[in-house]
C-alpha cells in the first residue's frame, strides 16, 4: 500500500513502516528514543517493534496502565516526571505502541513536554489505525468526560502494521470498526455499500478497507485541520455515542462500554433524529439498525437514563453558545452539521433503539 501524506505527518503501512521509521531516525540524529506502551503492548507488540529497530540511540520503556480510566492528566504527570527523571531534551524522540488511549495520551505529552518534542503513532488497534492515530487530535479525558483536554498536533509519522491486529479479541475488533462504518456513512455510498453483509469481512479485505478509511480520514483532516466545518462530520453519531459512554464510564452499575461499541449506538440514534428533521430516508435508518444490531449487542439503556446521558451532551466538543450541535445526515454520504435536537426527539430516539 502506497504511504499516504496528510499535513505535516506521512502516514506508511506494513513492511515500510520499518524502512521509513529507521531512515527517520539516521536523518534525525534524536538523542533519546522513548516508547510509550501499556502492559499489552508491551508484551504482544513491542517484542516485533524493537526487532525492527535499527539505531544505536538509547531506548528507554515507559510503560502505562491499559484502559480508558488512565487517559488522565495524573498519567501524563507520571509520563511527564519519567521522561525528565530519564534526561529527556528537546531533541528526544517518543514513540507511543498502543490503542487510542496511548496515541491520543502519548501525542499530547509529547506536545507539550518541553513544549513540543517529536513523535510517532504505532496504533496497535483497529480503532486507533482508522482514527485515533490519523488527524493530529491528542489529549485525555477530564473525570469521565471525554478528552476534554487536549491539543492539535501533528506526529512525524503514523505507522500502521495491520500484523499487530492479530493481537486484538473480537470485541476490539468490532470497536474499531464501527468507525469504519462511521466513515462509510458520512462519505459516499460505495464505501458504505462494502459493508452491507459484515459476516464476509476478512483478513484478506481488510488492510483495503483500513487503508480507504484512511483516505476519507486525512481528505476530510487535511480540508479542515481545526474543525471549523467539514472535520465535524467525523462526529456522526459521536455527540449521544460520548455521552453513553461516559454515563456508562462513570456509573458503577453499569457494564463499562468500548468507544465503538458506544458509537454504534449513537449512530443509530443520529440516524433515527436524521429521518426526523433531515429527510433522511426511514427504510435506510431502518436498515443501519438492523446492520449494526446483527453484529452488535444491543446495549441496555433504561427509560430512567435518558435524563442523565442528555445532560452530558453540554460538554459536547462541538457546541457553542450554549447550542449543542448534532452531525445529521440528508443521505449517506451526504452529512449536515451543527443541527440543534430537541431533547423529545432524542428520547423519541432512544426509544426507537431501544424497541
Not at 480503532?127 to 478528552?147: C, E, F, Q, R, Y
Not at 487503508?211 to 467525523?234: C, H, M, Q, W
Request: glycine share 6%.
Amino acid at each position: 500500500m502506497k504511504s499516504i501524506t496528510a499535513n505535516d505527518s506521512i502516514i506508511h503501512f506494513n513492511e515500510a513502516c520499518y524502512t521509513s521509521l529507521n531512515e527517520h531516525l539516521k536523518l534525525n540524529n534524536f538523542s533519546i528514543i522513548f516508547i510509550l506502551v501499556d502492559e499489552n503492548t508491551h508484551a504482544y507488540c513491542l517484542p516485533r517493534f524493537l526487532a525492527k529497530l535499527e539505531t544505536d540511540a538509547v531506548i528507554e520503556i515507559i510503560e502505562i496502565e491499559s484502559g480508558e480510566e488512565h487517559k488522565t492528566i495524573d498519567t501524563c504527570t507520571g509520563v511527564w516526571n519519567t521522561l525528565s527523571d530519564l534526561n529527556a531534551d528537546r531533541k528526544s524522540l517518543l514513540i507511543n505502541i498502543g490503542g487510542g488511549v496511548i496515541t491520543d495520551l502519548g501525542g499530547f505529552v509529547a506536545s507539550t513536554f518541553k513544549r513540543g518534542i517529536a513523535y510517532v503513532n504505532v496504533p496497535t488497534s483497529l480503532l486507533s489505525m482508522v482514527d485515533a492515530s490519523v488527524g493530529g487530535k491528542t489529549g485525555v479525558d477530564l473525570g469521565h468526560l471525554k478528552n476534554q483536554i487536549g491539543v492539535i498536533s501533528t506526529p512525524d509519522l503514523v505507522l500502521i502494521d495491520t500484523e499487530y491486529l492479530q493481537t486484538l479479541p473480537q470485541n476490539q475488533m468490532r470497536s474499531g470498526l464501527a468507525e469504519m462504518l462511521k466513515h462509510g456513512l458520512i462519505s459516499n455510498k460505495s464505501y458504505w455499500n462494502k459493508f452491507e453483509d459484515l459476516s464476509k469481512l476478512s483478513a484478506d479485505n481488510l488492510d483495503e478497507l483500513i487503508y480507504e478509511s484512511v483516505i476519507i480520514k486525512k481528505n476530510v483532516v487535511e480540508a479542515d485541520p481545526f474543525e471549523d466545518g467539514l472535520r465535524k462530520t467525523l462526529n456522526f453519531g459521536h455527540t449521544l455515542g460520548h455521552a453513553i459512554e461516559s454515563y456508562f464510564l462513570s456509573n458503577p452499575n453499569k457494564k463499562e462500554l468500548l468507544h465503538g461499541e458506544a458509537i454504534i449506538v449513537g449512530m443509530i440514534l443520529a440516524s433515527y433524529i436524521s429521518t426526523e428533521l433531515v429527510g433522511f430516508p426511514r427504510q435506510t435508518t431502518a436498515d443501519i439498525k438492523t446492520l449494526f444490531l446483527s453484529y452488535y449487542d444491543k446495549v441496555d439503556i433504561d427509560k430512567s437514563e435518558y435524563h442523565s446521558i442528555i445532560d452530558l451532551l453540554k460538554y459536547d466538543k462541538k457546541n457553542n453558545h450554549g447550542n449543542i450541535n448534532f452531525v445529521l445526515l440528508e443521505k449517506i454520504g451526504v452529512p449536515k452539521i451543527d443541527c440543534l435536537v430537541d431533547d423529545a426527539i432524542i428520547i423519541d430516539a432512544f426509544e426507537y433503539y431501544a424497541s
